[in-house]
């Protein structure tokens, strides 16, 4: 669950929890996506040197910390993952811990396929307007026939 729909659940006035993936029955610490954000300085810019200066400057823990505090989106500097401000929010620290687990999203357009169909059994399951293993079949679907749909009109 990302971001979205937790401040959705929130408005909703439904309490909710987030949590790190549990672990697989090998043991091994479930795996997911994770988008990243980043910033970067345009060939076009006409001050490279400056707009690098900005680049760095805004990313000082410091400022990291301030952008966090006003949009809750978690710190990209790994440092910041142990300041109290991440360790003791339990949903900060549930994202922080398992994006180390995480596995960078694919950059593929099929993927673009997945996410209506994902959010959909999300939200049917979270207010229970269906059975989550029956949401998430559904979505599988979903998703198989949206892709091929796709790669067929590519051809």
């Known amino acids: 669950m990302g971001r979205g729909h937790s401040s959705r659940m929130k408005q909703q006035g439904s309490t909710t929890a987030l949590r790190r993936c549990q672990r697989c029955p090998d ?3 479930m795996s997911s996506f994770l988008g990243v954000k980043g910033y970067v300085v345009s060939t076009w810019s006409k001050d490279k040197a400056l707009a690098q200066k900005f680049i760095e400057f805004i990313n ?14 978690i710190p990209p500097l790994t440092a ?4 109290p401000i991440i360790k003791n929010d339990e949903k900060a620290s549930a994202v922080a811990v398992q994006s180390a687990r995480a596995t960078a999203m694919p950059g593929i357009p099929e ?7 994902a959010n959909a059994a999300l ?3 979270l207010t229970g307007k269906q059975d ?16 091929e749909a796709m790669q067929a009109s590519n051809q």
């Open 27 to 29: 043991g091994k610490p």
């Open 60 to 73: 000082q823990p410091q400022y990291v910390k301030t952008r966090y505090i006003a949009t809750r989106e």
């Open 80 to 83: 910041m993952i142990d300041d």
């Open 111 to 117: 993927m673009g396929e997945v996410w209506g169909p």
């Open 123 to 125: 939200e049917l399951s």
């Open 132 to 147: 989550p293993k029956a949401a998430l079949d559904s979505a599988e679907k979903q998703v198989q026939m949206q892709i």
